[in-house]
């Protein structure tokens, strides 16, 4: 585990009037995290929109194809998203016939949801997304590589923080 330091309002910065300097948006990595995932949203769409996928259930269906039957719980957890938000995006993909939701017969109160045929098949049309998504990234491999080590570790390290 990383230590950390915590700043106190006399160790930030103040301007010549004694005012609390505050960090400019383009300084802040909160907004270039919230930029980057926008813009990756937004090259996927055209990549994704002729297999009749959103981003989410692209996502989902990532999960998914690595193990199912999945619960609800076990892919929000996967996906990093609460029912209240998974279970519509759930409901859009049974209903588009991509998968299909099913209580656990060892226990009911848990909903096992998997892919159907259609979803199935999916995989195979969704490998010409990452090729078409690796032609727009402005970065090398190598670059792109580290880059999702120092993210993978950024967004573990928040989970426990917000724990």
């Known amino acids: 585990m990383t230590t950390r330091t915590t700043e106190t309002v006399s160790d930030v910065p103040a301007d010549s009037a004694g005012a609390i300097a505050v960090p400019r948006l383009d300084q802040q990595l909160c907004f270039a995290l919230y930029s980057a995932s926008g813009l990756m949203t937004k090259l996927y769409r055209p990549l994704l929109d002729p297999l009749g996928l959103t981003y989410p259930q692209y996502l989902a269906m990532l999960v998914l194809w690595e193990r199912a ?86 967004v573990a390290g928040l989970r426990e923080a917000t724990e």
């Open 69 to 154: 039957p999945s619960t609800v719980g076990a892919l929000g957890e996967a996906l990093g998203l609460d029912s209240a938000t998974l279970t519509p995006l759930i409901k859009r993909m049974e209903a588009g016939g991509l998968v299909t939701r099913r209580r656990d017969s060892a226990d009911e109160r848990r909903v096992l949801v998997e892919p159907t045929a259609k979803g199935q098949a999916l995989r195979a049309r969704v490998k010409g997304v990452q090729a078409g998504l690796d032609c727009a990234m402005p970065m090398e491999r190598a670059e792109l590589k580290a880059l999702h080590g120092t993210l993978t570790r950024l």
